[in-house]
Each structure stands twice: as structure tokens, then as C-alpha cells.
């Protein structure tokens, strides 16, 4: 059954047309940086979900080779399972015959090259915010990968989520498409530090609670979410006592080089893998992604009751 509260968002953005940016200019004429790609590859964490998991659980934390983006990956939601793709070269099961400018649409857009739409469990509403220059050298540096056929099992979701037709309406709710723009008010190091942690790196997507259509809630940006693990809340990055707010940038930068928080805690479950991505980075980005984490408005993080309250809402909305 489709819930009342999404069958009116869906007529909301019917009569509002569902406009949508035209598709982002082809910077044709640029010579791609591959090293810049790999950097962004990391900083983006695409091997996490796209390359095969070590073990014949689908869900396992480890990767065979982060080289081989063969996919078969699986992400349990609440929407049903997810089984991430084939991103290698291979023509016929990766994007291989994929354009510059299609991938750039992916990204930016959520829209494969047969116009069918993507489902943001690929982290496209952070990837949106991307340059032009740091997509065309990541898709650069994919085509330098081993092109290698697989078979990834279909999605298994549940009714509505698994008609792609629908999320035309998600896409137009969360996607503008529109690149990150520095604000001439800050430093450079804290615009540079926005740009990844609010585009490649989309810590948001983890970070930053979501709304019932599961949208990040831009108001509550960064201010920590349930754990779809189970196991207790992902935490609040913001400066606020109940985040990061005894956390000095150092402690920042130390966690994300070394995965050890102050307390002398290791960051564990998914965090650990962007954490290792993370260490990978420039000293200068670390600082970066700290003192934009150290600039952003505080927030209290809410209450394990709130979950529940947000989850009965769920459930009211779902009978
Ligand atoms: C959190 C897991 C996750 C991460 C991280 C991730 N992806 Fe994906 N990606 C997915 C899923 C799931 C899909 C399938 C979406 C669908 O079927 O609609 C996907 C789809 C894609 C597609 C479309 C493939 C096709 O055949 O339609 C491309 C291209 C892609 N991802 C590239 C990337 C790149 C590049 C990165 C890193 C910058 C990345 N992804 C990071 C989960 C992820
Ligand atoms: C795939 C989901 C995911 C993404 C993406 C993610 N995190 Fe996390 N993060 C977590 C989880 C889960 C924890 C809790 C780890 C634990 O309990 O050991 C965590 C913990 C942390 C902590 C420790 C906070 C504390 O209070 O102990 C910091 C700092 C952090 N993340 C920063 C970041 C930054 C910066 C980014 C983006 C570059 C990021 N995270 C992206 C899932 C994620």
C-alpha cells in the first residue's frame, strides 16, 4: 500500500512539475587527471560498496580486491535488500560503454543511461555536489581497472520501493545537481573541508538523520542517526556537547588518521572503513574535514526515544 503522507508528497511534486536542472554541461574538452581520480576514488569510498566482499556473506565488511568493482555487494535496508552493481570496464555487466557525460548524469543526477532512475542506497545525493573536474578524473581513473563480468542478484525490495518509475519524485525531493559553491565567508581550508565531507566523502549519508522518505534532514545535518547495524546510533559530528564538542580539531584529525578517538576507543563498523579511506588522504585534507566539522552549527543529538517515536510514525504511516 502506498502511505497518505508519501502519496501526497508524490502529488506535491506532480503539480509542481518535478522540474529538473538541464544535464550537466560535458567538459569535453578537459584532459582528465587520473591521480586526482584515484584520490577522489578513496576520499569517495566507491570501493566499499562496488567491490566484491571477501566472504560469501553478502554483507561482510571486508573487500576481495578494492580494485575489482565487480560488485554483488549487499546493503540490508528498511526498503528491502539492495545489491550493489558492476562498475569495471566490462561492457556488458559494468559501465563500459558508459560516456563521460553518462557517468557524470549518475552522479549528479541518479539516472543510469537508459534514463532509468537509481536508488539513492548509491550516495548520489552527497556525489550530486561533485565538480565537474573530480568526476571526469574518477570516471578517468575507473576505465584504468580490470574489466571483469559478474552476475549481481536483482535488488529484492519491497512494494513501492522496488518501481524505479517512483523515484523520479525522491530525485526531485533531495537532488538539485548543483556543484558545491565555497562560501567567500570561510577559509579555504573550511570550504575544502565542506566539499568533501558534504560531496565525495558524504558523511552525511551515514551521519545525518533522515526523514520518512529517507532524505537527509538538512536542518539536523551531521547530528547523528540510528544505526541501521541495530547496535545503538551513529554518532553526532557537530561541535554541541552531545557531539563533538570536547573534541579539539587535533582529536579530529588523530581519529581519522589513526581510528582512535580520545577516549582511545577504535572506530568500529562501518566507520572503519572510512576510516581507513580517510588515513589515505593528505595530512592538509584531514585538518580540512576537521575544521569544517568544528565550524558547523551545533546540534543536539536526539534521543534514543526519538527513534522510537520516528519508528511508530513509520509504522502509523505504513498500516
Ligand atoms: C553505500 C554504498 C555505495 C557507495 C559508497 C557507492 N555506491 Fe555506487 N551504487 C551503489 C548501489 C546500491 C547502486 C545501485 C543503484 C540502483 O540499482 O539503482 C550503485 C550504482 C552505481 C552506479 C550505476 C551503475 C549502473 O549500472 O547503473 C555507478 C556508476 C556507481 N554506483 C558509481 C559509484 C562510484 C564512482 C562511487 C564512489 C564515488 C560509488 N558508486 C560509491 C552503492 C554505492
Ligand atoms: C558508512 C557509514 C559512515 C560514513 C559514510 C561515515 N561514518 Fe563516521 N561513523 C560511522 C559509525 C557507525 C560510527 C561509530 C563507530 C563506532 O561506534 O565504533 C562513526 C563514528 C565516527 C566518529 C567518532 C565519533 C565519536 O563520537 O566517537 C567520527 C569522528 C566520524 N565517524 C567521522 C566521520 C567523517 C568525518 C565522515 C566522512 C568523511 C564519516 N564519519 C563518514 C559511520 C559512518
Not at 120 to 130: G, I, L, N, V
Not at 171 to 178: A, E, F, T, V
Not at 259 to 280: E, H, I, R, S, Y
Amino acid at each position: 500500500m502506498m502511505t497518505r503522507p508519501l502519496f501526497a508528497i508524490l502529488t506535491i511534486a506532480w503539480l509542481s512539475g518535478g522540474a529538473f536542472p538541464a544535464a550537466a554541461a560535458e567538459p569535453s574538452t578537459y584532459t582528465p587527471d587520473v591521480k586526482n581520480g584515484a584520490y577522489i576514488f578513496t576520499a569517495g569510498g566507491c570501493a566499499s560498496c562496488h567491490a566484491a566482499p571477501a566472504t560469501d556473506k553478502c554483507d561482510g565488511s571486508r573487500s576481495k580486491d578494492e580494485r575489482e568493482l565487480v560488485g554483488g555487494r549487499c546493503l540490508k535496508t528498511d526498503f528491502g535488500t539492495f545489491y550493489v552493481p558492476n562498475i569495471t570496464p566490462d561492457k556488458e555487466t559494468g559501465i563500459g560503454k558508459w560516456s563521460r557525460n553518462d557517468f557524470i548524469k549518475a552522479m549528479k543526477k541518479g539516472v543510469s543511461p537508459g534514463r532509468e532512475n537509481l536508488y539513492p542506497a548509491f550516495p548520489y545525493a552527497s556525489y550530486q555536489h561533485m565538480t565537474l573536474t573530480d568526476l571526469a578524473d574518477l570516471k578517468a581513473f575507473l576505465d584504468t581497472l580490470p574489466a571483469i563480468a559478474s552476475n549481481v542478484p536483482k535488488h529484492e525490495l519491497s512494494f513501492p520501493y522496488n518501481i524505479r518509475a517512483g523515484l523520479s519524485v525522491w530525485r526531485g525531493l533531495y537532488l538539485d545537481g548543483r556543484t558545491f559553491k565555497p562560501d567567500p565567508a570561510k577559509s579555504e581550508l573550511v570550504n575544502r573541508g565542506a566539499y568533501l565531507v558534504e560531496g565525495p566523502s558524504h558523511c552525511g549519508e551515514c551521519h545525518t538523520p533522515r526523514d520518512r522518505l529517507g532524505g537527509m534532514i538538512q536542518a539536523k545535518k551531521l547530528s547523528g542517526a540510528p544505526n541501521p547495524d541495530g547496535k545503538g546510533r551513529i554518532p553526532n559530528l557537530t561541535p554541541h556537547e552531545t557531539g563533538l564538542g570536547k573534541w579539539s580539531e587535533k582529536d579530529i584529525v588523530y581519529a581519522l588518521e589513526t581510528g582512535l578517538t580520545p577516549d582511545g576507543d577504535a572506530m568500529g563498523g562501518t566507520m572503519a572503513k572510512v576510516q581507513q579511506n580517510m588515513a589515505k588522504l593528505t595530512a592538509r585534507d584531514r585538518e580540512a574535514i576537521a575544521a569544517y566539522l568544528k565550524s558547523i552549527p551545533p546540534v543536539a543529538s536526539a534521543k534514543p526515544d526519538d527513534d522510537k517515536k520516528e519508528s511508530a510514525e513509520k509504522e502509523k504511516a505504513t498500516e
